[in-house]
């Protein structure tokens, strides 16, 4: 991308915008909202909530949590991440 293109000044009016009521929206180029419509409509809940973490002791060899530590920052949540693929995968529905 080119750097005017990034850098350029949004000739956007958000005063106006900002003072807009709903009666001044032009809703005409709008498509007309029916039944049908509606009737097809996918409903969507949103993400899947992130799990609570929970502190927990775990007796873990020492060679396995050297080498996970080795990975740097963030190597518990590898570890979780490989505990959870690993549920993920012989979960049984």
Same mark, same amino acid.
């Given at each position: 991308?080119?750097?005017? +293109? ?6 956007? %009016? ?6 807009? /009521?709903?009666?001044?929206? %032009? @809703? ?9 419509? @509606? ?6 809940? /949103?993400?899947?909530?992130?799990? =609570?973490?929970? =502190? ?6 020492? #060679?396995?949590?050297?080498? @996970?530590?080795?990975? /740097? =920052? /963030?190597?518990?949540?590898?570890? +979780? =991440? ?5 549920? #993920? ?5």
């Amino acid at each position: 991308m080119k750097k005017e +293109n990034i850098m350029k000044k949004s000739e956007t %009016d958000w005063d106006r915008i900002r003072n807009m /009521g709903d009666k001044d929206i %032009d @809703f005409s180029d709008l498509p007309e909202v029916t039944p049908e419509m @509606f009737a097809n409509a996918v409903v969507r809940k /949103g993400f899947k909530p992130v799990p =609570q973490k929970k =502190q927990l002791t775990l007796r873990i060899d020492q #060679d396995v949590i050297e080498f @996970f530590r080795k990975q /740097g =920052q /963030g190597y518990q949540t590898k570890i +979780n =991440q490989l505990l959870r693929a690993y549920m #993920d995968a012989h979960h049984t529905k």
